[in-house]
């Protein structure tokens, strides 16, 4: 059999309309928050009366909301209706829910805008099952983990070009907010056009009964999946992966100002690094693992995650800046390019973590209950960062720096990982055989 490159898929109808419309939505997600979260924080008083801080936790909290609430009946969708229409419905919602916010940055309705936030989560929460069930339906196994990788790589891509353009666009003075009203909406039809040449998905079980209580399917769905060792242990070390991001990532910003003494140029230059590092990371599977799904890799993963956090928290000891820092300055600067390379490093073991995992649930479960496990897991992920964001509060309170944050959680991720690998030895074994290849080769 011929291993072509992960790249070959792109130019395939059974991916390329596929990959575009889940990098749009994931792009049109961050350039309507970021737009919202810059109007509000640059431009508070046009729009409201309320804290800021408090609008700042509101607005993701919103968009991480349905998650909890409507996945288990995401995941029921996506294991009963074909994919391809499904997704086409979606990118229909998307286009209305922007043409919701539209009329919120037009008439400087604060409550429309922040409505849309809670519709694009729950757009994304009703996409996310199609999503990863979608993939082991059109790709070979040899192809599994390089499209995975080039998903993750897109996610990433579209969150870090979607912050930025959101940013760029809400400040042009005097239309910004046109551009973003007609961007998204504009970004939401380009998705619904690729949706509508993604070939059809045949749905693994279109006999299934919809089961309209939350709880009871939720629970339903987590009973399942724990039955399936492997499987469960998967989504729960995906889930920890959620948590640790979300706690480095809620930092950067309060790091970037406060640590480095940098501008806001600073907190995007920390988000650009990781997030590329997220990307490369996730590309790099499908070289380490020749074209097969590779547990072993989750080791290597958790290894870097470790390393790379702790040394953060070294490295933030040896940076001193006198004044505030802009790019080039902050560059100048003792101990700023080892900082710069933890956060890259910290992204590419990251991508080289999840990726593995998303690829061992696809391959080890059910097919007929796929999307449900998957919608399983993106419940498991919410709560995951919900925690997080409770920890960091009650570190953060207690007394400890932004930098102790980063060494308390990278002993936590190995902490995390050494109870994963014993709960499921053949991580471990799948690394060190690995590694013996690695070596012979």
């Not at 097919?367 to 925690?387: D, E, K, Q, W």
């Not at 990982?417 to 053949?426: D, H």
Request: one cysteine or more.
């Amino acid at each position: 059999m011929r291993k072509t490159s992960q790249f070959a898929l792109l130019a395939q109808r059974r991916f390329a309309p596929f990959f575009c419309a889940q990098f749009l939505g994931a792009f049109n997600d961050n350039v309507f928050k970021t737009a919202l979260l810059t109007a509000l924080t640059f431009d508070a008083l046009s729009w409201t009366t309320m804290d800021r801080g408090l609008l700042n936790n509101l607005i993701p909290g919103l968009f991480i909301l349905p998650f909890v609430l409507f996945s288990a009946l995401s995941g029921q969708l996506a294991d009963k209706f074909e994919k391809s229409r499904l997704t086409r419905y979606v990118k229909l919602l998307e286009i209305a829910i922007m043409g919701v916010a539209a009329i919120g940055w037009m008439t400087h309705s604060l409550w429309l805008l922040i409505a849309a936030v809670a519709g694009m989560g729950l757009h994304s929460t009703l996409f996310g099952p199609v999503k990863y069930a979608y993939l082991p339906q059109k790709l070979a196994p040899h192809e599994l983990v390089g499209g995975n990788g080039l998903v993750e790589m897109g996610t990433f891509v579209g969150i870090l070009l979607g912050e930025v353009l959101g940013a760029v666009l809400v400040s042009q003075r005097p239309w910004g907010i046109e551009y973003v009203a007609v961007g998204t909406i504009a970004i939401a039809v380009a998705g619904w056009l690729f949706a509508r040449a993604m070939p059809d998905s045949p749905p693994p079980a279109p006999e299934l009964k919809i089961n309209w209580n939350i709880a009871s399917e939720t629970v339903a769905n987590l009973r399942f999946s724990y039955r399936n060792r492997p499987v469960f242990i998967a989504m729960l070390a995906n889930s920890w992966f959620w948590f640790y991001g979300a706690i480095l990532l809620a930092q950067f910003p309060l790091y970037a100002k406060e640590y480095l003494q940098g501008d806001h140029s600073i907190f995007v230059l920390l988000l650009t690094v990781f997030s590329l590092g997220v990307g490369t990371g996730s590309l790099l599977c499908e070289r380490l693992s020749n074209h097969r799904v590779e547990i072993g890799l989750v080791p290597l993963g958790t290894i870097g995650l470790t390393v790379f956090c702790f040394d953060l928290y070294l490295a933030s000891g040896g940076y001193v800046a006198t004044g505030t820092v802009d790019i080039a300055a902050y560059l100048g600067q003792a101990g700023s390019l080892r900082i710069l390379f933890d956060c890259l490093m910290i992204g590419v073991f990251g991508g080289i973590y999840i990726v593995p995992l998303f690829a061992l649930v696809q391959t080890r479960c059910d097919p007929t209950h796929l999307s449900r496990t998957i919608a399983g897991m993106n419940i498991l992920n919410a709560l995951f960062m919900v925690a997080a964001a409770l920890l960091a509060m009650l570190l953060l309170n207690l007394g400890l720096s932004i930098p102790q944050l980063f060494m308390v959680t990278a002993v936590l991720n190995a902490v995390v990982g050494a109870a994963i690998f014993v709960a499921m030895p053949e991580f471990m074994q799948r690394f060190r055989q690995w590694l013996l290849r690695r070596n012979e080769a």
